[in-house]
């Protein structure tokens, strides 16, 4: 006959359970990475933060003389006490809306075509392409959009002026699209003309912040999508896209950030007036970072103070639209993962 011996059980105490702590001790490679990451982060805030406090210690004079009137006055006459970002801010927007408002679909695309539909071959030379055009100097895009594309592009403010021109936004003062006759020349040096060229500056850009966006896509939920009977461009729009919504808008936000501060290309381009104009297809625009660059060299004393303004107005418009689009970012599912 077999008995079975049962174990006794042992009284651990009645206290409640402590979990246990762990110390970890970094190495010395891991202590040096990590004080170098963080004197990197400490050192890029500090850098912003001169720049800004900087801007604002020459802009003081200017300010003080102007108060809030600095933001409702078209004029730019320093030297009589008139002066306003106004204008040149209104210009500023408006450049940097039609850039954005160009090279979004024509960045989307590419992205998607190249993490989605491009085959592997293919993939690796798109991605140099695009990165390639980042590289190109800003001064290159404004004598290419000078010389070459504002003439092929008034025809397409005419077209856009004759059929569209009841829009507000398109209609040009002193041009008659019906007439055979009419002059092209009211077409020049237009808002649309520097916006198509500042387009393929930021496009870059917002294809690359997509790009990584949609490489992030998990690979499963593209491959049930598939089992379940979708098509290519079934998967994309229901998955692809709603996953990486936050980086589009990420990537549109700091694309547009990079239009706002556009100069050379804009300074080449338009013809600098001081008066609020909403009507894209007239020649005749103006920036903010265009009117710094135009003035400078000619300013002293209370006007390189007023420069110094406008420059200071520029630094928090950007800075706003960047952290907004790190935040657009950081809250998609894409930035939340990395």
């Known amino acids: 006959m077999m008995t079975s011996t049962i174990p006794a059980i042992v009284d651990v105490g009645s206290g409640t359970p402590q979990p246990r702590s762990l110390d970890a001790r970094r190495g010395r490679g891991d202590r040096v990475f990590h004080g170098v990451t963080s004197l990197s982060g400490v050192v890029v805030l500090a850098i912003m933060g001169a720049v800004g406090l900087f801007l604002s210690i020459q802009a003081t004079q200017?300010?003080?003389?102007?108060?809030?009137?600095?933001?409702?006055?078209?004029?730019?006459?320093?030297?009589?006490?008139?002066?306003?970002?106004?204008?040149?801010?209104?210009?500023?927007?408006?450049?940097?809306?039609?850039?954005v408002v160009i090279a979004l679909p024509i960045s989307l695309g590419a992205a998607l075509f190249i993490t989605e539909v491009a085959p592997t071959w293919l993939r690796s030379t798109l991605v140099a392409v695009v990165d390639l055009m980042a590289a190109v100097p800003s001064v290159v895009y404004g004598l290419w959009g000078l010389f070459l594309l504002q003439g092929q592009i008034i025809g397409l403010s005419h077209w856009l002026n004759g059929w569209f021109g009841w829009i507000p936004f398109f209609d040009v003062a002193g041009a008659n699209p019906g007439s055979p006759l009419s002059s092209m020349t009211v077409y020049t040096a237009?808002?649309?003309?520097?916006?198509?060229?500042?387009?393929?500056m930021v496009m870059p850009i917002q294809c690359v912040v997509m790009r990584e966006v949609f490489s992030q896509v998990p690979i499963g939920e593209r491959e049930g999508a598939f089992a379940l009977g979708s098509t290519r461009w079934g998967m994309i729009r229901v998955v692809a896209l709603p996953f990486g919504r936050g980086g589009i808008i990420g990537g549109?936000?700091?694309?547009?950030?990079?239009?706002?501060?556009?100069?050379?290309?804009?300074?080449?381009?338009?013809?600098?007036?001081?008066?609020?104009?909403?009507?894209?297809?007239?020649?005749?625009?103006?920036?903010?970072?265009?009117?710094?660059?135009?003035?400078?060299?000619?300013?002293?004393?209370?006007?390189?103070s007023a420069l110094m303004a406008a420059g200071l107005a520029l630094f928090a418009v950007t800075l706003v639209v960047n952290f907004t689009a790190s935040w657009f970012v950081a809250r998609s599912r894409s930035g939340a993962s990395s």
């Open 62 to 99: 200017a300010l003080r003389s102007t108060g809030l009137s600095f933001l409702t006055t078209a004029e730019w006459q320093p030297d009589r006490g008139k002066f306003g970002i106004a204008a040149v801010l209104v210009g500023t927007v408006l450049i940097a809306l039609v850039a």
């Open 190 to 200: 237009s808002t649309f003309v520097a916006g198509m060229v500042v387009a393929m």
């Open 252 to 304: 549109t936000m700091l694309g547009l950030g990079r239009a706002l501060g556009e100069t050379i290309a804009v300074v080449l381009i338009i013809s600098p007036r001081f008066d609020v104009n909403f009507h894209i297809l007239e020649a005749g625009s103006n920036s903010v970072s265009s009117l710094i660059a135009n003035r400078y060299s000619e300013s002293s004393g209370f006007g390189l």
